[in-house]
């Protein structure tokens, strides 16, 4: 009967995918949109499976007993029976052995997306702030090294963006609170720490203006912590670091410069360069090897 369930949830699901145009083949998740999202996908499609075979099999087992053992006279009372070991047994190793599995799956899902590419071709610093965004883009060719930044306000929020195909290194530094970065499209977010550098590698897959968010409630404005992320073509993000640096937006932002000064950054943490950077993905510990 599990086998049958297990079959019959693969067809059921097999229309399924990131990229279809349905929200519901979709499971309810946006369009993927990098590198790192069929692993998260994969995790949520089994999931999805596990929870529905579970689900067949205790309702189907509840189905069973209460009609298999009902009353069936008004003058007879069914058996009533206190012990039953094996059942005993089943109902407390099931459960341990449900969430050893999720919990296997979610370790390796996790390492999977949180894994180094080796020479990432872009590096860009996020700092979220109460309560607004900048993004620092370091040493990029098309400025002659120079690093650009854009920062936000609330009334005008900073805009993230990526190019399409080429890999990306994030680093996450707040000067105040606790934020989160959060593009659903990137099926990924990832806290940031005052004090802390948090960093992911990701490369864009499909073009796109997505939203970004603060996922983490961090004050009055939370809800203002609103960015656009474009993900365009190498030329059109290069015409954009360009106009940056037409508009003075050179160095690193006022304010985020706090980022850097704030307890528990060292050495190489302050400076801004995140190369060497080895928090974040290296604090999961996992498949990255650093
Ligand atoms: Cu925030």
């Not at 145009?21 to 596990?50: K, M, V, Y």
Request: some cysteine; hydrophobic content about 40%.
């Amino acid at each position: 009967m599990k086998l049958a369930v297990v079959v019959f949830a693969a067809l059921v699901l097999s229309g399924c995918s990131p990229d279809a145009d349905s929200d519901l083949a979709r499971l309810a998740l946006p369009i993927g949109s990098t590198d790192r999202t069929q692993h998260i996908w994969e995790l949520w499609l089994g999931a999805w499976i596990a929870v529905l075979v579970i689900f067949l099999l205790v309702f189907g087992l509840i189905v069973y007993a209460s009609v298999r053992y009902r009353r069936r006279s008004d003058d007879e009372i069914p058996a009533q029976i206190r012990y039953n070991l094996p059942i005993e047994a089943l109902y407390t190793f099931a459960p341990v052995i449900i969430v050893a599995v999720f919990f296997f799956h979610t370790v390796t899902s996790q390492n999977n997306v949180l894994e180094r590419v080796d020479n990432p071709d872009h590096t860009v610093e996020v700092i979220g702030s109460q309560w607004q965004w900048a993004f620092n883009y370091l040493e990029e060719d098309a400025t002659q090294g120079e690093d650009v930044f854009d920062v936000g306000t609330p009334e005008d929020p900073a805009e993230l963006w990526l190019p399409v195909g080429e890999s990306v290194r994030f680093a996450l530094k707040s000067p105040d609170v606790v934020h989160s970065f959060w593009i659903p499209e990137f099926y990924f977010k990832l806290d940031i720490v005052p004090g802390k550098v948090n960093s992911f590698d990701l490369t864009p897959t499909r073009e796109g203006v997505f939203t970004g968010r603060c996922a983490e409630l961090c004050g009055l404005y939370h809800s203002r912590m609103i960015f656009k992320a474009h993900v365009v073509s190498r030329d059109e993000y290069d015409a954009h670091l360009e106009e940056l640096k037409a508009a003075g937006q050179t160095g690193a932002p006022a304010g985020s410069k706090e980022a850097n000064d704030i307890a528990g950054l060292e050495g190489d943490d302050k400076t801004g360069r995140v190369d060497e950077v080895q928090t974040g993905a290296g604090d999961y510990k996992g498949g990255s090897g650093e």
